[in-house]
């Protein structure tokens, strides 16, 4: 089956910038994440998403799902569940493993619900 692949534009936009201030992402009192070297994906209508290096990520705290999503203008997306003492937050991280070249730079990258999670950035991206 071929999937649909579409290019951002006037009618979708999205651009991917530096966050150039400090990202700290926790679950209660564990640090899950914390970078300077974040993206700032902006699409359409949508809150802006940050999307921190894995290798900024805590990975001991993090196991693959087998959940997959597709987006038409990003690529494939693969999920990891969040794992905290006995608390698992299912598909609680996503990652574009080999996005689209419109978004390359979120590559080697992951983005956290916000609703499963705290994420704190300084104001410098906002």
Request: proline share 9%.
């Amino acid at each position: 089956m071929t999937r649909q692949r579409l290019q951002p534009g006037p009618d979708h936009p999205i651009t991917v910038s530096p966050d150039n201030g400090r990202v700290v992402v926790r679950v209660g009192e564990v640090v899950v994440a914390d970078t300077t070297s974040a993206q700032v994906l902006r699409e359409a209508q949508y809150p802006p998403v940050r999307y921190v290096p894995l290798a900024d990520v805590d990975q001991a705290l993090l196991r693959d799902s087998a959940t997959t999503t597709y987006c038409p203008y990003k690529g494939e997306a693969t999920y990891y569940d969040l794992v905290i003492g006995e608390d698992v937050a299912t598909d609680a991280i996503w990652s574009y493993r080999e996005p689209y070249e419109a978004v390359a730079p979120i590559a080697g990258h992951v983005a956290f619900y916000p609703d499963r999670v705290r994420i704190s950035a300084d104001a410098a991206a906002t």
